[in-house]
T-cell receptor, first 111, second 117 residues
């Protein structure tokens, strides 16, 4: 199974950019890269996803390495509400594109 | 954005009771719905995948006779925990997806906290 590796935790100051890394060295050509985040006692929230090209939306940007073996979620200006566990997940073709969550990165944002 | 409603948000009941959890996609047709379980301080664990009108596909180690899943329409899936016991206490989360390909995101409900006494 293609898996992802993320740091257990990261810390950022409020109003500064945050770069959350993710390694997925065994990714195959048709696997999409998804990012979700989860606040305590809530269901996960979709953040962004992509295949090969970098992606931008109102929440974040996703930078995908040229070899697709790593990606970075970029929060351009962290707020206290961005404190959450961020999950980088591969949506894999041969599993019906189901999402298998790893441990994610716990992001702490300090004022 | 896409909205998924999950009900109830919290259930407390006695051992041996069966509990039904509903998951509704409010503003889109969910071709596929997923059920997850999350224990304290752990990540989400996929329990099963269901496509509208088909039998659910369960992950290894998940008892299909214990966790009954029905996906009778494109907007509703239900999970019934039959004869629940204290070890079934957990945070159950559903998600829904339009379409069957990896380029479609999943949208999650707010979860149901199940406590079996």
């Amino acid at each position: 199974d293609a898996k992802t590796t993320q740091p257990n935790s990261m810390e950022s100051n409020e109003e500064e950019p945050v770069h959350l890394p993710c390694n997925h060295s065994t990714i195959s050509g048709t696997d999409y890269i998804h990012w979700y985040r989860q606040l305590p006692s809530q269901g996960p929230e979709y953040v962004i996803h992509g295949l090969t090209s970098n992606v931008n939306n109102r929440m974040a940007s996703l930078a995908i390495a040229e070899d697709r073996k790593s990606s970075t979620l970029i929060l351009h200006r962290a707020t206290l509400r961005d404190a959450a566990v961020y999950y980088c997940i591969l949506s894999i073709t041969n599993s019906g594109y189901a999402l298998n969550f790893g441990k994610g990165t716990s992001l702490l944002v300090t004022p | 954005g896409a909205v998924v409603s999950q009900h109830p948000s919290r259930v407390i009941c006695k051992s041996g009771t069966s509990v039904k959890i509903e998951c509704r996609s409010l503003d889109f047709q969910a071709t596929t719905m997923f059920w997850y379980r999350q224990f304290p301080k752990q990540s989400l664990m996929l329990m099963a995948t269901s496509n509208e009108g088909s039998k659910a596909t369960y992950e290894q180690g998940v008892e299909k006779d214990k966790f009954l899943i029905n996906h009778a329409s494109l907007t509703l899936s239900t999970l019934t925990v039959t004869s629940a016991h204290p070890e079934d206490s957990s945070f159950y989360i559903c998600s829904a997806r339009y379409g069957g390909r990896g380029n479609q995101p999943q949208h999650f409900g707010d979860g149901t906290r199940l406590s079996i006494l």
